[in-house]
């Protein structure tokens, strides 16, 4: 499972390939989810977000791939740069209900 | 962080002391946040705001008041701080119950 701080699991991947990290959520009535970055020492950034009525949504490098029948949200990032070293968290929200938030993954990029 | 401050950004205190914590945002949204982040803990809901004078509380919110009475403010007051609240808290503002947007948080250091 994912944790923060000093357990937290780590990605390590050398610059300019392609980083994928994983979120498994729990609850099967979530129906939209954020994938945020968060720097060491600064608050979360928000990157991509994505509805329950899609599989796929793209940005930036950035491409969230929704798998509601294994309740799996994953975030792949192009040509990684060392800018993108940072611990990346998903969040859901249930319909009606709160954002919960996972505990992240830290990723490192190699130069 | 654009548009959400948070004051003060560090903080060292007692046990039993009164402590309070500002968000300030110039994005006139309507919802505000207040979470806490500690180590194998996802980001969790301490209070939130859905207007002025109108407050909620979240999963955490025993030893924590809130007070709204201006759309830009929302602040967090430890009544009497304990160890346990030794944290970092973070500020959020939205539009509802998605996507969210942080500001750079405050670590409390509760002796």
């Known amino acids: 499972g994912e944790s923060v701080g000093l357990h937290l699991p780590t990605l390590s991947v050398q610059e300019g390939d392609n980083s994928i990290i994983n979120c498994a959520y729990s609850n099967s009535a979530s129906d939209y989810f954020i994938w945020y970055k968060q720097e060491s020492g600064k608050g979360p950034q928000f990157i991509i977000d994505i509805r329950s009525n899609m599989d796929k949504r793209q940005g930036q490098r950035v491409t969230v791939l929704l798998n509601k029948t294994v309740k799996h949200l994953s975030l792949q990032i192009a040509a990684t740069q060392p800018g993108d070293s940072a611990v990346y968290f998903c969040a859901e929200k249930s319909s009606g209900d709160k954002l919960t938030f996972g505990t992240g993954t830290r990723l490192a990029v190699r130069p | 962080d654009a548009g959400i401050t948070q004051s003060p950004r560090h903080k060292v205190t007692e046990t039993g002391t009164p402590v309070t914590l500002r968000c300030h945002q110039t994005e006139n949204h309507r919802y505000m946040y207040w979470y806490r982040q500690d180590p194998g803990h996802g980001l969790r809901l301490i209070h939130y705001?859905?207007?002025?004078?109108?407050?909620d509380k979240g999963e955490v919110s025993d030893g924590y008041s809130v007070s709204r009475s201006k759309t830009e403010d929302f602040l967090l007051t430890l009544e009497s701080a304990t160890s346990s609240q030794t944290s970092v808290y973070f500020c959020?503002?939205?539009?509802?119950?998605?996507?969210?947007?942080f500001g750079p948080g405050t670590r409390l250091l509760v002796l």
């Open positions: 959020a503002i939205g539009g509802g119950w998605e996507t969210q947007y």
């Open positions: 705001s859905y207007g002025v004078k109108d407050t």
